[in-house]
């Protein structure tokens, strides 16, 4: 797709958004929803030592059962949205993983809360590749980029919400965590239920669709698709880069900047308030950018931000640092959803959505351990120069997916 061919972005960014369909903003409102009471999975590891009085390294445990549920369930659920609609998904993945939350505060034995926990990631992470699937069917080719960063505005405005307040809640009762969790998810899919959504929307044409897919319709098994194999590796060093934020990085702040824990959370929230002020209208501002340029830049950001810790000495610096990865961030996910959306054959977008997830629930598991492992052998230095490299790395093979190799494809096809 040419540059020309992409619409002009608008004066105001934000009124590009009133051309979503209601579906989005539906999506939305249950996003938000379901994301305000999401306070369950951020203080597992808190009720499991300090209310059942179980150790670190078995609450630890817990949480490596629910990220292999997690890895397992993306690729299936993604492959069943294609075969029985990625709405009635999403439907019972809220509904069910709610319900299945108000009894979890009745569980004490080990094993089953390992079972549980498994279920449970099951469960709900199946709503991650069905909902990226069918916002591909609700939009527009040209509007995806401000689809898919809407969706993620939704989620950041819930999740500034929910974990902040579960924080004072927690210190009443453990169990209304849980409770206020699996309601709010629940009601976030009755709301899916009972708003006459619909799988598509008539005005995506199938003729629009095909022609901005780079695909080619004998595709059959995603994993003969050498653009989209080639974009996951070229996306797994800078998500490995991304989960350092949660990992290393609050380590190094506290450990080696000699700051306080409050401190780092108040990184946390800057970051939220950029994604929430500025993600929409970058996105929508940045639609005609062709995607090597757009995912290689967002790249850079994260190797840059990431990088420049190894001059960071104070507080300061760690804001800029932040600032920086941030802008990256806010490129990235949405524009890497965009991409996967375009290059997937309608019929099967599902199952590419659900590898994409994988990868993310795979760096998740790899980029703790390697940074850590890092961080203690070498020092931060070498932690943070060793982030450089990657998002380097990802730029450089972002580069790569550019839209003549797209074109070369397709003719070849």
């Known amino acids: 797709m040419t540059v020309t061919s992409q619409p002009k972005p608008s004066r105001n960014p934000w009124r590009d958004l009133r051309t979503l369909p209601r579906e989005m903003w539906i999506l939305g409102a249950a996003t938000i929803i379901n994301r305000m009471g999401m306070m369950a999975l951020p203080f597992l590891t808190l009720y499991l030592t300090e209310h059942l009085h179980y150790s670190q390294a078995h609450a630890g445990y817990v949480l490596s059962i629910y990220g292999i549920g997690a890895l397992i369930t993306s690729p299936l659920a993604g492959r069943l949205s ?14 069910l993983s709610g319900a299945l939350l108000l009894f979890f505060p009745l569980v004490t ?8 926990a498994f279920l449970w990631a099951v469960l709900s992470e199946a709503f991650r590749p069905a909902s990226m699937s069918i916002i591909s069917d609700w939009v527009l ?5 401000a689809a898919f960063a809407l969706n993620r505005l939704a989620i950041n405005l819930g999740m500034s919400i929910g974990p902040a307040a579960a924080g004072f809640i927690a210190t009443v009762s453990f169990t209304a965590i849980f409770v206020i969790d699996g309601v709010t998810s629940m009601l976030a899919g009755l709301v899916l239920l009972f708003s006459a959504l619909r799988a598509r929307v008539p005005h995506v044409s199938e003729a629009h669709a095909h022609k901005t897919t780079a695909t080619p319709a004998r595709t059959t098994n995603v994993f003969t698709d050498w653009r989209f194999l080639y974009f996951m590796l070229a996306l797994l060093p800078v998500t490995i880069v991304f989960f350092q ?12 900047l000699r700051l306080p824990e409050s401190r780092y959370g108040l990184l946390f929230a800057m970051n939220t308030v950029m994604i929430i002020l500025l993600e929409v209208p970058l996105n929508t501002s940045m639609a005609h950018w062709s995607h090597r340029n757009a995912l290689a830049l967002s790249c850079m950001f994260w190797g840059i931000g990431f990088g420049i810790l190894m001059f960071v000495q104070s507080f300061a610096g760690a804001l800029f640092s932040v600032a920086i990865w941030t802008f990256g961030e806010m490129i990235l996910f949405p524009g890497a959803a965009n991409y996967v959306s375009e290059i997937a054959p309608g019929e099967r977008r599902g199952t590419y959505m659900g590898i994409y997830q994988m990868s993310f629930s795979l760096a998740f598991i790899l980029a703790p351990w390697l940074g850590t492992q890092m961080l203690e052998h070498f020092g931060s230095k070498w932690l943070w120069g060793a982030t450089f490299v990657l998002g380097c790395l990802s730029a450089a093979m972002m580069w790569r997916i550019g839209d003549r190799a797209v074109a070369k494809n397709v003719k070849n096809s």
């Open 141 to 145: 080719p040209e509007q995806r980029k």
């Open 82 to 95: 294609d075969h029985v609609g990625p709405l009635r998904i999403m439907q019972l993945s809220l509904l």
């Open 245 to 256: 934020h949660s990992s290393t990085m609050p380590l190094f702040i506290v450990r080696d």
């Open 109 to 116: 034995n080990y094993f089953a809360l390992c079972g549980l």
